[in-house]
């Protein structure tokens, strides 16, 4: 008897039927199971696929420097503040207000010298990104459930997800460092984690790369 496909899925899409309408577990549930049947066999079996998947999410967030707080996902930038209300994004819950930044950041992400950072949770996600996150996925939380999610959104956007999933570590990095500003090659000016240094923690959480 096969096993389901659900078996080789993060923990986190098997909620979707209980944290969602029918309509939005569909469509969720429908982008992890194309995404799982379209990569490459070499990344089937077992659950080598969700290590992965699970694996380049911390990965994330030790570029983002938030993997070794005690609850990443109540994380603000500049650890100043601490995420209390997870019902949406601390910025429009109105807890928070974002943290001024260096006027030599704001000019490399091309913003107006004064302008703050509303960077937050796990993947220190922007509050306009998170807008735009929740117009995809309505109903969103900004508890670690929903910050995993938003997350995968984000990667899937810059078609990385089968990357991923396949252990292409380097390839999906690169796909994704104009959306984190820590990853190697990020053109916004900010420090950099370098690539070794990822793959070296990746592989440390039990991801595994793709035999070439």
């Keep these: ?15 979707f039927r209980k944290c969602y309408d029918m ?9 992890f199971l194309i995404t799982f049947f379209l990569m490459p066999k070499k990344a089937k079996g077992s659950s080598v696929a969700a290590k992965n998947l699970d694996a380049f ?24 503040h601490i995420i209390l209300d997870f019902s949406d994004h601390p910025t429009i819950t109105g807890e928070w207000t974002g943290k001024l930044l260096p006027d030599r950041i704001c000019l490399g992400a091309g913003l107006r010298p004064g302008c703050k950072s509303t960077a937050a949770g ?3 996600i922007l509050k306009p990104t998170w807008i735009t996150i929740k117009k995809a996925i309505p109903n969103l939380k900004f508890d670690q459930l929903g910050q995993d999610e938003g997350a995968l959104y984000l990667i899937n956007q ?28 990020s053109p916004y000016g900010q420090p950099t984690r370098s690539m070794s240094a990822l793959r070296k923690f990746y592989l440390e959480q039990g991801g595994q790369l793709q035999e070439v």
């Design 1 to 15: 008897m096969m096993d389901s496909c659900e078996d080789h899925l993060p923990s986190y899409t098997q909620h």
């Design 23 to 31: 309509k939005e577990a569909i469509l969720l549930t429908a982008f």
């Design 57 to 80: 999410l911390k990965t994330i967030q030790y570029a983002e420097g938030t993997y070794k707080s005690l609850n990443p996902y109540a994380v603000t930038f500049g650890y100043d």
């Design 122 to 124: 796990a993947y220190q």
């Design 158 to 185: 810059k078609n990385a997800t089968q990357y991923i999933l396949s252990g292409a570590f380097e390839q999906a990095i690169n796909k994704i460092n104009r959306v984190w500003a820590s990853l190697p090659g």
